[in-house]
């Protein structure tokens, strides 16, 4: 409950709320808790045809654990650059955002084009495809749409990117760059979820 | 706009008119009711249930409909008091501001769910009673739900026949549900509830049937076009009889000497319909229904077909033009063709 | 007044034209214009299913009827469903959300205007693209719940399947962005002093009913994602041959299929509990308890879904465990009816068209509720599933329940909206003959059902009892038509002729009804401070403990009005909104498509985006 003195304070930035929360930041949280039901659907469904498989390779059989971790670390990495972007923000430092905003973007397209590669192999090299087996329609269909989001992240980034460095950036936009933050963590921790269901848990 | 208006007379008038017509439709739907009744007694009713499994369901469903019966007059009768008692009288003032009773509100939230009680204690004991493994004197019944026919096999008679189910009376017959196509529901109301066929899944149902009789079956999951024609008959015999009509299918084919249907048994065999037909000793196709005692059964085709010599030509002719959909291809038959093939078809008793 | 023409919608020039007049409402932002393209739209499709409905009815008139046959019967009906449900219900329940939650919560629009035009395009060009299969002769045939493995193409290789799974996809997308933007709105934009608690219980129905979209939908979307792939690009999801299983179709889907009934449900719960008040003249009884039921409602109501399932097998420990939370929530669904009744007793009950549609929902949710607490009981269910008897019960709660409720609301905010009164007389016939046509069409569904007839089917048997009820059914369905042709009349008429309707024509409670009908641009010239629930009645009459009404504010004065800033139009919903279409149509005709579409779909995101950054001096947010 805000009393009125306070709501007229407020009143001159459109985007603060009686909570005093923002109100983009209210709508990337409520957007971030229906994509958790959107991955849970999928991770079900994975974990429902977990060893269903008739036919194909076995998870086993094309999986590359290492290459995998590397690619998961990279993400986590990311993480950490997306809040060094937003601190240099904070400070003003608008060409030090922009530099950790590119590096972040910079792993998140490392780790898709990891996926790119992974995906490949195991067409090209094992066999296994969409509509291969249960295993194929299942794996590629979850990463896919995950890898889809970290598309989605990375091109946000570079064009937050672009735009600070076209000088259409700086501090007074940092609850814009925030909620592109809290997508990208978003992203991770979905990562993590995924990468233990698929590849760590036998 | 504080000071209530009293109800202009035109508005009355109008009011009251709106009344009368509500008066006579609702005469005219009792009248209705009367001249008809509500006739419980029908081929497919569910409340005259005719096994033990759909008494079971048919006592629970007594129990919750005498309450909801009773819960519904309680609720509409007070509301529509309500609505007299307390209608808005020509300069009442503004009434009482009454914001909840809490003591009033647990007490009717507790009853309520107290009621729902007496509902979930039978529920859950007929859940578990209904789906107990059967004993290993059961009957055994294999059916499968095809896009739009019913296949019933009997392991232990090695008997397999289409869209007519035969049963003994008095004993408890297990059914092995499955789908070789898509999801269909196996229902036989007045020998209980159903259960899907479903593609990859074996599903059970066992039941006593208690009373001899001829019930009519019907596909209940929307299952395509022809979902409305995917029938079946259930007989349910005392024991006896119901050991003839074993006898009977366990019979090879009948070797009719009429020409004709000589004739048609030459057609059979050297054309596609082999591919998809078996009559024991002449084709093995599993597509369609078995046919070596297709004379047996009254009607075909989902049993929505009276077996007729006329229906029979027809339907061999041009199946989809009797059954939209029908899987069943045109071979392209003469009526030369179709009614030799119809007359030999005919003598499979 | 001079600063009232600041607002207009548009520069005054384009008003004035008849073109103007359109792009003003193309580009609109203001959530009220917007409430009502929804109210409109639905509408329109509310007759388009209702007429697919007289269809089904007229061919089931008699046993084996050849008006339709079976392809276009299934069509019928899954189009009916399907319309009924996501171009009906759900946008004429948006369109009162988009109207009156801000004015009820005091606010001067959504949280995001823009966002919310978005949601409408979207709609409409799901609404359009799936009925357009109608025009090529592939109006889906899967049923509205589209069971797999008979949707692969498998077994429907047609692009009816196609259609409906895809025009899903796009009206799920609508009903999410606008769900986000209606829980930021209710969470952040509430007027100084208005707690959660003292919100009106409509805004907390729609509260609830949001959660459950944001959080239900995605089910649904992955269920058709799934179907999708399978259908476009051979993954084996639903295909039993490799080993997939149809019932992750089924739990996929009602697990968004059961909170989808609350969400059907909820926001005309929200209606009747401010109408009943209103006209009674007494508070809600026990708003916090119906608030609470609600808020149980919408979480408990992700425990159920496999009530949906009791045939298939699921085993007794499940089929037990879904019984007990099915009859766990008809507890809260059940008592608020009672609430309700508690309302109006000791009140001082003025009968006019928006009562008689509230208590025209008590009733017939009663009735449908209590067929519900036969489905859930299993053993019952197994009778009662798929045929006439679940039938009855879901257009007792749907049709009985949700529209006599959003019919309740329409008479009730109609001069808010319109500023003119509805006649009274023709609403109440307009009541009577839908309430008669209504039980005349459904309540003899409870015997048929009871008497074996499955649902789904095109044609039956004359020789199984079903013929008489048929009969007077389908007539019941074409008084209800009838019905609405007072309904229609009633509009028209009162276009030009009706009444003035002021403030507060009905003495209400709520803050829409502090400022005038049809409300200006801003809603409110001052936003309003809120010390209770009820709070403009409180005004009125004090707090009935025999205290003074409440001093009244100051009057407004231009300087404040000349303050307020309000968004512009903006006409890149629309064109956002045209590319997705373009996207997603493409799925059926071209990649090629496909990747123009999403690259136009990128752009235009970005520019929606950069619209309002950096914004000239003097435009809002």
Not at chain 1, 89 to 113: D, N, P
Not at chain 3, 371 to 378: E, I, K, L, Y
Request: proline letters at 6%; a neutral charge.
């Amino acid at each position: 409950m805000v009393d009125h003195a306070s709501a007229v304070a407020h009143a001159h930035d459109p985007n603060i709320g009686t909570t005093g929360l923002d109100n983009r930041k209210v709508g990337m949280w409520a957007f971030l808790g229906s994509d958790c039901m959107f991955f849970g659907s999928l991770i079900g469904t994975y974990l429902a045809y977990k060893g269903k498989s008739i036919s194909g390779p076995l998870p086993h059989q094309v999986f590359d654990i290492p290459l995998t971790s590397y690619s998961a670390a990279l993400l986590l990495a990311s993480s950490l650059t997306m809040v060094l972007a937003l601190a240099a923000l904070q400070e003003s430092r608008v060409k030090k955002a922009a530099g950790w905003l590119f590096v972040t973007a910079m792993l998140g397209l490392h780790f898709v084009l990891n996926q790119v590669y992974e995906f490949t192999t195991f067409a090209l090299h094992h066999g296994l495809k969409l509509s291969t087996s249960l295993f194929g329609s299942t794996f590629f269909v979850l990463t896919g749409f995950h890898g889809a989001h970290v598309t989605g992240g990375v091109i946000w980034l570079l064009i937050l990117v672009m735009l600070a460095l076209r000088g259409k950036i700086d501090a007074r936009d940092y609850t814009k760059v925030e909620i592109a933050g809290l997508y990208w963590h978003f992203v991770d921790i979905v990562w993590i979820a995924i990468f233990t269901v698929i590849y760590l848990i036998p | 706009m504080t000071t209530p208006r009293p109800t202009p007379p035109r508005l009355r008038r109008r009011f009251d008119w709106s009344l009368a017509c509500l008066l006579g439709a609702v005469l005219l739907l009792a009248c209705s009711c009367s001249a008809v009744g509500w006739n419980w007694d029908t081929p497919m009713t569910t409340v005259i249930p005719k096994s033990d499994f759909g008494m079971l369901i048919h006592d629970i469903f007594m129990l919750i409909s005498w309450w909801t019966l009773g819960i519904f007059l309680a609720v509409e009768t007070v509301l529509v008091w309500v609505c007299w008692r307390y209608r808005d009288r020509a300069g009442a003032p503004i009434p009482k501001q009454i914001h909840g009773h809490t003591t009033l509100e647990v007490g009717w939230t507790i009853a309520f769910a107290v009621i729902l009680l007496v509902f979930a204690i039978p529920t859950i004991r007929v859940i578990f009673k209904t789906q107990e493994a059967p004993a290993a004197t059961a009957l055994r019944v294999d059916v499968l739900g095809h896009q739009w026919w019913w296949e019933f096999r009997y392991p232990q008679f090695k008997i397999t026949t289409a869209n007519e189910l035969h049963l003994p009376k008095g004993q408890t017959a297990t059914f092995l549900l499955n789908a070789p196509d898509v999801i269909h529901s196996f229902w036989m109301p007045q020998l209980g509830g159903k259960r899907d066929v479903v593609p990859r899944r074996v599903n059970h149902l066992t039941l006593t049937p208690q009373v001899a009789g001829e019930y009519p079956g019907q596909c209940a999951e929307y299952c395509g076009v022809s979902h409305a024609n995917m029938r079946f008959r259930v007989y349910v015999h005392e024991p006896a009889d119901f050991e003839k009509w074993v006898k009977q299918q366990q019979a090879p084919p009948v070797e009719s000497p009429d020409p004709l249907a000589q004739q048609g048994k030459t057609i059979f065999s050297s054309s596609a319909c082999v591919g998809c037909h078996t009559i024991s000793g002449i084709s093995a196709g599993h597509i369609g229904p078995d046919l070596t005692h297709f004379a047996s059964r009254t009607r075909f085709a989902g049993a929505l077909i009276d077996t007729t010599p006329d229906n029979v030509a027809k339907w061999i002719e041009n199946p989809d033009h009797m059954k939209p959909g029908a899987l069943m291809p045109n071979l392209g038959m003469t009526p030369e063709q179709s009614k030799a093939i119809t007359a030999y078809l005919l003598s499979l008793k | 007044m001079a600063t009232q023409a600041a607002f207009m919608h548009g520069s005054k020039a384009e008003t004035e034209t008849f073109w103007g007049t359109v792009w003003s409402w193309l580009t609109t932002v203001d959530h009220k214009r917007i409430g009502i393209l929804y109210g409109t739209s639905a509408f329109i499709f509310f007759l388009v299913g209702g007429i697919e409905a007289l269809i089904m009815r007229l061919q089931l008139a008699r046993p084996d009827n050849t008006l339709v046959g079976p392809e276009r019967f299934n069509e019928l009906f899954t189009m009916h469903g399907t319309t009924m449900i996501f171009l009906a219900v759900m946008p004429l329940s948006a369109a009162f959300f988009n109207y009156m939650i801000p004015l009820m919560i005091g606010a001067r629009d959504v949280a995001f205007p823009r966002l919310n035009a978005l949601s409408y395009w979207i709609f409409l060009s799901g609404a359009l693209f799936l009925n357009s299969s109608w025009l090529f002769g592939m109006a889906p045939d899967g049923g509205w719940f589209g069971y797999a493995n008979l949707t692969t193409t498998q077994f429907s290789p047609r692009h009816t399947i196609d259609f409906w799974m895809l025009g899903l996809q796009i009206l799920g997308l609508s009903s999410m962005l606008a769900g986000f933007n209606f829980l930021v709105t209710i969470i952040n934009m509430r007027a100084p002093g208005m707690t959660l608690m003292r919100m009106p219980v409509f805004v907390w129905m729609s509260f609830v009913t949001q959660f459950l979209i944001v959080l239900a939908f995605p089910a649904i979307t992955v269920a058709l994602i799934l179907l999708m792939f399978d259908r476009f690009f051979g993954t084996l999801f639903y295909e039993p041959a490799a080993g997939g299983d149809p019932l992750l179709w089924q739990h996929l889907f009602w697990i968004f299929g059961h909170p989808e009934v609350y969400i059907l449900i909820l926001p005309a719960m929200g209606i009747v509990s401010e109408v009943l008040p209103t006209f009674a003249r007494k508070p809600l009884f026990g708003a916090p308890v119906v608030i609470y039921s609600g808020i149980m409602i919408g979480f408990f109501g992700f425990g159920v879904w496999s009530h949906h399932m009791f045939s298939v097998g699921m085993g007794p420990v499940a089929d037990a465990a879904f019984s007990i939370s099915t009859m766990l929530i008809a507890v809260p669904t059940g008592v608020k009816i009672l609430n309700w009744i508690g309302t109006l007793w000791g009140g001082s009950i003025r009968f006019k068209a928006p009562l008689y549609f509230s208590l025209g929902f008590i009733a017939m949710f009663t009735m449908g509720g209590l067929s519900g607490v036969m489905h859930a009981s299993p053993p019952v269910d197994l009778q009662q599933t798929d045929s006439y008897f679940v039938v009855a019960h879901f257009h007792y709660v749907l049709f009985g329940g949700s529209i006599f409720g959003l019919f309740s609301g329409i008479y009730y905010w109609w001069p808010k909206i319109t500023g003119k009164m509805l006649d009274d007389t023709l609403g109440r016939w307009h009541f009577w003959t839908m309430l008669i046509g209504f039980n005349m069409t459904f309540f003899p569904m409870h015997y048929l059902g009871l008497i074996g007839m499955p649902r789904r089917i095109y044609t039956y048997a004359p020789d199984l009892g079903w013929n008489h009820w048929n009969l007077i059914s389908t007539i019941g369905s074409f008084l209800i038509g009838v019905s609405l042709l007072f309904f229609i009349v009633n509009v028209f008429r009162t276009r030009r002729s009706g009444a003035v309707a002021g403030n507060d024509p009905w003495d209400a409670r709520t803050l829409e009804w502090s400022i005038p009908s049809p409300p200006p641009v801003y809603n409110f010239a001052r936003i309003p401070q809120v010390h209770d629930r009820d709070d403009f009645w409180l005004q009125k009459y004090g707090d009935g403990h025999g205290g003074a009404p409440r001093p009244k504010p100051a009057p407004v004065t231009a300087a404040e009005i000349a303050a307020i800033h309000m968004p512009d139009t903006s006409f890149w919903p629309l064109l956002l909104a045209l590319a997705l279409a373009v996207m997603v149509s493409g799925l059926m005709i071209s990649m090629v498509q496909v990747v123009i579409g999403g690259l136009l779909t990128l752009w235009l995101m970005y520019k929606f985006a950069m619209e309002l950054h950096r914004p000239a001096a003097g435009h809002g947010h």
